[in-house]
């Protein structure tokens, strides 16, 4: 039997779940003794470390799981929750089927954009919304939905009626949508069990680094799709999304940055991105917006093209 569903060298991202996990829990064990530097640069590995796993670890996990077996994939999706500080089985559902499906629309004549993560969506006159409207004030709202997840024991332990957009995006046969809604409230429960077992350990630490590191790692996954999709066309498949192909960048993000490519074949594994874009060379020829930098630093792109104000 085939341990891994697709390459050995998804080993690589499993040992970066294992060793963020095992970090975290060791730097919370050491903070009521830690120096300033020491908790300056607690603060700054959990920031960092959360924002890596859901840009590029979570990310990947929700397209591709990495095993053949259902059950080790339930284990590392819990494993990431804990990691991601949300569940990942609900991250999957809402950003596969829903920000795929709609590739960051801009507003129908609803007023409303069908992708509910749509850089569009907060926007005026067919414009993005503001980078702090869009990165700061949605992740202060992710951190409000999650506490309220993790403080109410009717939607730990089931997927409340309130959670419309999670239960409209579930699968719709009856076996599957099962699966799917235990997996969100396992990723859940593991998560709020070990937050207990963080606050038993260093009560300061879970409130004055976890809590402020995971709403920066929030905001700045927020910036980062921002500029995934700013200036980008949502009227096309080919120039929807932004790329970058900066080699060293690639190399060590697992070539997120091929992410138009990644909107071409969501399901593709990251492995294959670069054969995707050259299988896709001349549909892609078209004007379309490539970065110099990364999105995470998209803001220093200023030469930018606006190809969403075209007609």
């Given at each position: ?42 603060f700054a590995f959990l920031v960092i470390a959360m924002t890596y796993n859901i840009i590029i670890i979570s990310h990947l996990f929700t397209h591709v799981p990495w095993f053949e077996s259902a059950r080790l994939n339930a284990w590392c999706s819990a494993l990431n929750s804990v990691n991601a500080g949300q ?45 702090f409207r869009y990165a700061v004030i949605g992740a202060l709202s992710s951190l409000v939905s999650t506490c309220k997840v993790l403080a109410s024991c009717v939607r730990l332990f089931r997927v409340g009626e309130g959670e419309h957009d999670l239960l409209q995006v579930a699968a719709k046969e009856p076996d ?136």
């Amino acid at each position: 039997m085939t341990l891994w569903k697709h390459t050995p060298r998804d080993a690589f991202l499993l040992a970066l779940s294992l060793l963020q996990f095992g970090a975290t829990l060791a730097l919370s064990a050491a903070w009521d003794e830690a120096s300033v530097l020491v908790r300056g640069s607690t603060f700054a590995f959990l920031v960092i470390a959360m924002t890596y796993n859901i840009i590029i670890i979570s990310h990947l996990f929700t397209h591709v799981p990495w095993f053949e077996s259902a059950r080790l994939n339930a284990w590392c999706s819990a494993l990431n929750s804990v990691n991601a500080g949300q569940s990942i089985q609900a991250y999957q559902l809402s950003h596969v089927r829903n920000h795929h499906r709609y590739n960051n629309d801009q507003k129908g004549p609803d007023g409303q954009t069908k992708d509910r993560s749509s850089t569009f969506r907060d926007g005026e006159n067919g414009e993005h919304a503001s980078l702090f409207r869009y990165a700061v004030i949605g992740a202060l709202s992710s951190l409000v939905s999650t506490c309220k997840v993790l403080a109410s024991c009717v939607r730990l332990f089931r997927v409340g009626e309130g959670e419309h957009d999670l239960l409209q995006v579930a699968a719709k046969e009856p076996d599957r949508r099962q699966k799917e809604l235990r997996q969100v409230r396992v990723d859940r429960c593991v998560h709020f069990f070990t937050l207990c077992a963080w606050l038993l350990i260093s009560w300061q630490w879970t409130l004055f680094c976890y809590l402020p590191a995971f709403s920066c790692a929030l905001a700045l996954v927020n910036v980062q799709n921002y500029y995934e999709h700013f200036g980008a066309a949502p009227t096309s498949r080919y120039t929807d999304s932004v790329s970058h192909y900066g080699r060293l960048y690639n190399l060590l993000t697992f070539n997120d940055g091929f992410h138009q490519e990644h909107h071409l074949r969501p399901q593709a594994h990251w492995a294959e991105m670069p054969r995707i874009r050259e299988k896709h060379a001349a549909r892609l020829a078209v004007p379309r917006i490539v970065s110099r930098v990364p999105a995470i630093v998209g803001f220093l792109d200023r030469r930018r093209l606006l190809l969403h104000r075209d007609p």
